[in-house]
Nanobody, 120 residues
Framework: QVQLVESGGGLVQAGGSLRLSCAAS????????MGWYRQVPGKQRELVAA??????TNYADSVKGRFTISRTNAKNTVLQMNSLKPEDTAVYYC???????????????WGQGTQVTVSS
């Protein structure tokens, strides 16, 4: 069974930094993309950053220059968040577009979410 497990959320003051990690586990044939989304109550989940298997990255305009996404290996991604602002407060979800070994259907998988709170 494929699982995505996030870690690293917490409470930080404005201007501070946090590092989120996501590890994919289970019988995985390939991971196409990994990314981070965030959601606040009453709003849609939004893309924060994504990275392809080839290393191409994509960022929301609101985090460009402050957040950096990377893949430490084929099954792990890290989101380094610097210069955090109160408006970055949200639940952050790890996402992966991947193909399990069986059944071999490519699909989106989600982690359980981790809270990030930035105080002013």
């Amino acid at each position: 069974q494929v699982q995505l497990v996030e870690s690293g959320g917490g409470l930080v003051q404005a201007g501070g930094s946090l590092r989120l990690s996501c590890a994919a586990s289970g019988s995985i044939f390939s991971i196409i993309n990994m990314g981070w989304y965030r959601q606040v109550p009453g709003k849609q989940r939004e893309l924060v950053a994504a990275i392809s298997s080839g290393g191409s990255t994509n960022y929301a305009d609101s985090v460009k220059g402050r957040f950096t996404i990377s893949r430490t290996n084929a099954k792990n991604t890290v989101l380094q968040m610097n210069s955090l602002k109160p408006e970055d407060t949200a639940v952050y979800y790890c996402n992966a577009l991947l193909t399990p070994t069986s059944p071999a259907y490519t699909a989106n998988y989600w982690g359980q979410g981790t809270q990030v709170t930035v105080s002013s």
